[in-house]
Nanobody, 126 residues
Framework: QVQLVESGGGSVQAGGSLRLSCAAS????????MGWFRQDQGKEREGVAG????????YYADSVKGRFTISQDSAKNTVYLEMNSLKPEDTAMYYC???????????????????WGQGTQVTVSS
């Protein structure tokens, strides 16, 4: 089993920054790929960024490339999402997720991520 706990959400004005954290515990074998997804009301849950834990290789949705950075602290079993130049359209509930598959297989399909955190809200005002 894997437990994921997100933190760091909040409200910010457009152009601002936030850093999300995802603290992971449990079976490391089940956390080969870690991802951040988001879901706004009435919309599908979409992949934002992923990271291949073993190699630290990142994956990004086109909509956040150049603005968001995913990283990890292996000693703390924590994955971060640094979000800069935030836009109102970034407003959503952000979820951390873990997959037993490598990112090249799992990312960005949410159906291939079997473990999810409770989510943290990000609100960007114009």
């Amino acid at each position: 089993q894997v437990q994921l706990v997100e933190s760091g959400g909040g409200s910010v004005q457009a152009g601002g920054s936030l850093r999300l954290s995802c603290a992971a515990s449990g079976d490391a074998f089940s956390r080969k790929c870690m991802g951040w997804f988001r879901q706004d009301q009435g919309k599908e849950r979409e992949g934002v960024a992923g990271i291949y834990i073993r190699y630290g290789f990142p994956y990004y949705a086109d909509s956040v490339k150049g603005r968001f950075t995913i990283s990890q602290d292996s000693a703390k079993n924590t994955v971060y999402l640094e979000m800069n130049s935030l836009k109102p359209e970034d407003t959503a509930m952000y979820y951390c997720a873990a997959s037993q598959e490598a990112c090249y297989a799992a990312w960005p399909s949410r159906w291939r991520f079997g473990y999810w955190g409770q989510g943290t809200q990000v609100t960007v005002s114009s």
